[in-house]
């Protein structure tokens, strides 16, 4: 017999997503704001932040470098023959340059961020939370936000500007191999072409979206981590689904500023 | 403490120079699981206090309602005459940093050394010089037999070891309170007695108040002024430890005999 409260009983619930969806949003700007005010008051340990920062870069570097320098290679390879062969050769330059500056160099930085810090964060917080750590920090009255969240988030806000910067260069160079190499394109029209695309505002724009990026990245992990549940799998799922969720605000975030920042 | 199992309950005031902490009609249930139920129970100053009780049975809960880790759904839980029940973080943690836990687990920062492990209260709390936390975490180390480690990492250390590091980190800013949680399962009879003598020595040497949470009855006996066994979530039998060995009570005498017979469902 056909009954329709079975059925609709599995469909997702509006109002308890919506909840979540508040309680989410409104534990990672708690955090937020509870981690800036310890930042503020200058009430954490540089020596950690450091020791993050580093880590969290080296972890990083070697996978946003082959990430980015491909990137740089493929769109001057798709552009260099086809506007060489228009009498576009001048543009080569400057839409690997526009493209990644503006745009792939932070988003992609980002995501591979997302992909190498946000889920060595997650999973370290949820192992702590598992071994019951930060119930040990709590009892000594000392705040796991200062003690674990601010050293990652300030390592996260300087680690991805610093990230996007390699990422920029190496991508720009790589497509200027390529449009050497490819297109035989000399070296004067290339970087000349990428003088007169972009300028300086541009890479700064490119670094602050950077900056938000390191945010997104460090709260949402530094959530997720804090909310684990049960064991090695609950450590498993609040990684992935710390990695999927600041990919997912990674995107639109960069949405939001390209709008914001380039109209 | 008070021979009744609920003679705290509704005492007019816990902060009297006897009673350290006070668990007063305390309720506490996830969802529909009941772990405590009208739980009353007072703590004597400068004592060692154990509560013994089966497993599952809310036991490490009452250590983490007094630390304020956790908040019970009814009741009042009295921290030197002050009820931390919906306290805020801030003072909490100015309550917190009076006492030292000690996890079942250890719960040692994996990603710190046994110095930084052990320092850390010290680092966040007090203004000491380098030296001084080294000369007192040197002390901490040395007065649980463990002089040698301080530079080596939690995961080159046995399980007993890594349970007398988590003692060294809870007594190394001399609290006022001390909370053992399962200090001696899952050791070996030998790693028992060296935490039973541990326990005992902490006792003489800083005179805090400890609640001991454990069901390793020889140990129990050697360290306990008090007992008190929780059951079904509440409070049946709390007493001298002398006279709870005595103690009529069916569920207690099943209890400290291990015997599969009685009125304990199994």
Known sequence: ?263 | MKTSPTAGAGSADAATADVAVSLQHVNLSYGPKIVLSDCSLDFARGKVTTVIGLSGAGKSTILRLVNGLRQPTHGRVVVNGVDIVGMNERPLNEIRKKMGFAFQASALFDSLSVFDNVSFPLYEHTKFSREEIRKRVDEALHSIGLSDVADRMPAELSGGMQKRVGFARAIVNEPEIILFDEPTTGLDPIMTNVITDTIKGIQTRLRPTSIVVMHDMPSVYAISDNIAMLFEGTIIEAAPATEFRRSKNPIVQQFLEGSEVGPIPL
């Not at chain 1, 870069?57 to 946003?64: A, D, G, N, Y």
């Not at chain 1, 889920?119 to 936000?145: D, R, W, Y």
Request: with cysteine; hydrophobic share 50%.
């Open chain 1, 1 to 263: 017999m056909f009954r329709a409260s079975t059925y609709l009983r599995d469909l997702p619930q509006p109002l308890p997503m919506a909840r979540r969806f508040f309680e989410y949003a409104g534990g990672t700007t708690l955090m937020f704001f509870d981690a800036v005010r310890y930042i503020v008051t200058l009430r954490f340990r540089p020596s950690e932040a450091m020791r993050q920062t580093a880590f969290l870069i080296v972890e990083s570097l070697p996978i946003v470098l082959l990430t980015s320098g491909f990137t740089g290679l493929v769109i001057s390879l798709e552009t260099a023959v086809s506007a060489v062969q228009n009498g576009f050769s001048f543009v080569i330059g400057g839409s690997v340059a526009y493209g990644t500056v503006r745009e792939l160099g932070p988003l992609l930085t980002g995501i591979v961020f997302a992909g190498r810090a946000g889920a060595a964060i997650t999973a370290q917080l949820g192992s702590m939370v598992v071994t019951e750590q930060i119930e040990a920090l709590q009892s000594f009255g000392a705040s796991p936000t200062k003690v674990l969240v601010v050293p990652r988030l300030l390592a996260c806000l300087i680690g991805m500007p610093m990230l996007t910067t390699f990422a920029d260069i190496i991508a720009v160079y790589g497509g200027y191999y390529m449009a050497l190499l490819h297109a035989h394109i000399s070296a004067n029209t290339y970087w000349s072409s990428v003088n007169r695309f972009i300028d300086f505002t541009d890479f700064e724009k490119g670094l602050l979206k950077a900056a938000v990026f390191g945010i997104i990245v460090a709260i949402v992990a530094c959530y997720e981590g804090f909310r684990t549940q049960g064991g090695a799998d609950g450590v498993g799922r609040a990684t992935t689904h710390a990695v999927v969720t600041a990919i997912i605000l990674v995107f639109a975030f960069n949405f939001a500023l390209s709008f914001v920042l380039f109209r």
